[in-house]
Every structure is written in C-alpha cells, then in structure tokens.
C-alpha cells in the first residue's frame, strides 16, 4: 500500500514539471534565427555607424577591416531589434569591408561582406608665422608654427609659386632653400596637407632677398717677420676680413714650397720649418675669404735664416748743406733695413736689398732751410731695432750777397788788394781775367833837360 502512494507520488510531481516547463522545451525546438535587414553605414573622415534591424531581440556584432578577412570587430551584447554599432578609430578616405551578425542565444545571422568608404580628413589651417631665419649669398632659412590637424599629412615650401619640398613631419617647421642667386628677391609660402592629401590655405607670403655675393678680395696688411732662427721663420700679417692663410715660398721665384691653414682670421701667422741656414728666401703671401675672393702680396722683402747678431749703425752727415736732399754715408749691419726720420718725421728706407754688405750711401730728402735733426733706425728682419744719434743739418739754400770795393783801374805791381764785405761768413774765391798786356817797361832817360824860368822860390 505504501509503495502505491510512493509511486502516484512520483507520477504527480513529473506532471507538475511538465505543465510548467514544457512551453518553453517546445519554444526552444521550433524557434527561428534572427532575420537581419536595412543594412546602413553612416561613415565620416574617422568613424563609421553600422546600422540593421532584426526580427526578433538579438545581438550586435560587425566584423570588418581593409580586406576580406575582416580581421576587426565591434560587438554589443544587448538584445535588441533594432542594431547600431560604431566602428572607430578608422582612416579617413580608405575602403572597408564588413558584415553584421546577430544572435538569439545560440541561433545566429549574418550578412553577406559589404564594403564602405569613409570621407576624406579636413584638410588643415592655415599656416602661420611664416619667418625667415637666416639670408646667405646663396641660401634662405625658414621657420613656421606647428600646424594644428590631428590628420597632418605634409607640410609644402613654395618658393615663387612652385612647391620645391614637401615635410612629413608635423614637427620640423624649419626649411633651408640653398642653391640660390645672391642679390635675388624670392617669395616664400608654406601650406599643410591631411594624410589623404587634402591641402590647406597657403600661410601668408614673405619675401627674401638673399644677400649680394662679396667679390671684393681682402687687404693684405702689416707683413711682419715674428721671430727668425738658423732653420726656421714666423711670419704674420693682418687682413680687413677673415680669410685663410698661405705662403709660397723657396730659395728662387720659383716658390715651390707651401704652408698652409684653413682658419678663417684676421690675424695671420705662419711658420716656415726645415730651412737652410745662410739661404735667402723668396716668399709669397696669399689670403682667401670665405667667399673665394684672394688677395696676394708678392712683394714682400726677402729673408735669411740666420742667428741674431748685435745690430751697428755708423752714419757720416754733413752739417751744412745747401739742398733739401741730403747724402748720407756709413756702415751699418748686413742685411738690415734702415729708416731715415727728419725732424722726427719718416722720410725715406734703405731696403734690405740694398743693404748687402753694410756699406750705404743714400740720399735722404725731407730737409728744410735752418736747422733740421737726422736720425737712423736699423731694423733686422724679426724686428730688433737701434737708433742712431741725433745729426745736427743745417740746411742754408740762400746765396750770400757780397760787395767789392772798386778797384783801380790800371796797377803797377802784380798784387792787388780787394775789400768788400759779405752779408755772412763764406769762403770768397776771386777769378782774374787778361783783358790786355801789362805794360812792364820803365820809362826812358830823361834828356833836354833845363830850366826855363827861375824865380825865389820855383824853377820851371
């Protein structure tokens, strides 16, 4: 009896369960997958919403990318019937394959792979702060601001119109036109591009007038032989403009040997090595600015690597003289120069190639009438100097007037006295001319000699 009520038990609560759950096992057998239909996209430059509609509440899901492997996905698990799902980030002006899938549970639709394209970027701002940098002979720098697109593709430099480079980087704002005509106006803009190419306004127009080419060689100044031993010699000198330096050099004209810096100064110096102690050199400066102008100075005085020895100068002035050009002799050191100042003044130089052996003669101009002071320097070649003494000239170009007293006309004897004065001291030298012979003969004997009247005190 008891197992009866078990049993009707058992069979009560099946009965139970299958009036409560099996609507839905039956629900579950003949349900339909959701129907997908109004496909839609609504693409813009950096997105796109993938819109649809099913019939029943479903998921949301859109698989796509650039090829057919729709390699991407955007999902939504909401059930819903009508979909929307936004794809982003995407590139602008780029094709892209898709298709939508939905799913009730396990039951799922999907479309056939479509295709969209999204829209072009907005192309960028104008450019601003267009500046030029820099102006050289043959070159122009440029700098702009940063452009301000998130899709910046390139920056284009125009120049008269026509575009010469295009930058890809956002960040360099900086542009150096070289290979330009020196003394030439150009116009200058720049613009910005997007990644699809799309170009922006043109920045503001600046113009640039390159700078004229220098065609003007330096000058050469104050050649200076620095220092000079038994084998070696520095000499400098100064230019207007920062230039290189060169010497040519050797014991002819030939100048076949060279020392040679490539610093851009305006002080010069150079070294000259190895020489041959007692050889006198020939040598050639030349200096070369940074534009290629040069500038030589060939000629320099030569030199002869020597030791420095004791200079000597030993002069033979007249004190008086009657020009302003006064000769000088002497002795002074071989291969040396000498400068002759009067009355403190630079008058003349005895170069070193007149000054071979030490013996000089020179006239030295520069006197004036009265009293007038000589000295001397001696200088060597590395510029050791010594001064001469103060020479006292007198300098008298006005000729003496002198008076004689009249003399007799017809002497007796050969000596003749003359007196006159002059108007100061002078050496008097007199010059005789015979206008005719000189009577020498005595007079004859007196005869018929007689008295033709006597009186007291007279006899005639």
Known sequence: MKMKKDHLYFIALFMIELIIFLPFYVADVFAAQPSISNIQVLPSYDSAVVRWNTDIPSTSVVNYGKDNLLELSKSDPQAVISHEVNLNPISSNTKYYYSVESCDGSDCSSSSTQDFTTLSAPAPSKVIGLVNLTATTNSVSLQWNESDSSYFGYYSVYRNGNIISNITSKYSTQYTDTNLTGGTT????????????????????????????????????????????????????????????????????????????????????????????????FYKIVSCDIEGNCAQKSDTQPFTPS???????????????????????????????????????????????????????????????????????????????????AYLVIIDSTPPVVEINPLPSTIS??????????????NVNIYTRLLSSVDTTPPGIVSDFHADLVEQNSVT
Do not use: C, M
């Open 186 to 281: 150009y116009r200058y803009e720049i613009s910005a591009a997007n990644s699809d190419g799309l170009e922006g306004p043109k920045s503001d127009a600046i113009y640039v007038t390159t700078i004229t080419p220098d065609t003007t060689p330096p000058i050469i100044t104050n050649v200076t032989i620095a220092s000079i031993s038994l084998d070696s010699i520095t000499i400098t000198w100064e230019t207007n403009e920062e230039s290189n330096s060169t010497i040519n050099y050797g014991v002819s004209s030939i100048l076949n040997e060279t020392q040679y810096s490539s610093d851009y100064e305006a002080s010069h110096s150079i070294t000259l090595s190895e020489l041959q102690n007692g050889s006198t050199y």
């Open 307 to 389: 030791e420095v020895t004791d200079l000597n100068i030993e002069l033979i002035v007249p004190i008086l003289y009657n020009q302003g050009t006064v000769p000088v002799t002497g002795t002074i050191t071989p291969n040396t120069r000498v400068k002759f100042y009067v009355n403190d003044a630079y008058k003349a130089i005895l170069t070193t190639e007149r000054n071979t052996n030490g013996n000089i003669s020179f006239n030295v101009p520069g006197f004036t009438a009265g009293n007038n002071t000589l000295k001397a320097v001696v200088e060597d070649q590395i510029g050791n100097r010594k001064e001469s003494e």
């Open 413 to 426: 004897s050969e000596d003749v006295v003359v007196n006159g004065t002059s108007s100061e001291a002078v």
